[in-house]
């Protein structure tokens, strides 16, 4: 369990690190940092109703992402709500409400399931869910 437990804050301590990564992508326009996806990663994108998510493969996640960053270049990205689980002490799960806000305006709300797996000694995302919260 003590093994667990240090697994848990450590893998705490780089999520954290994760997320000033993406607020200094989201005020510089490099994504480079928060580049932390595995070879076989893909997302899924749930839309608004019952239609069936849209997924996208590595390269279009990070191609979304760099466009997406241009796009609310100076906002900020906050991660509310987080909670953090591990599967083992190589796999963890991270839920969020993920806001993106602009001059204390919110811009868009995603609720995000991220699954990280301990690769090579350095947490990669594995795969990821998004739905737009309204």
Known sequence: M???QKCLIEFTKMHDGFIRDWNRAMS???????ERMSEDYYVAFFNKGNEKP???TK???????R???????????RFENRVIRLRDNKNAVVFYEQLIVKDEEVLARLFTIENWR????????IRETEEPIN
């Not at 390269?59 to 992402?65: D, H, L, R, S």
């Open 2 to 4: 003590l093994e667990l």
């Open 28 to 34: 510089s326009g490099d994504t480079s940092s928060v």
């Open 54 to 56: 849209i997924i996208f």
């Open 59 to 65: 390269q279009e996640a990070i191609n979304g992402m």
């Open 67 to 77: 466009q997406s960053v241009r796009l609310f270049l100076g906002a900020n990205k």
């Open 118 to 125: 301990l690769m090579n000694e350095k947490w990669m995302v």
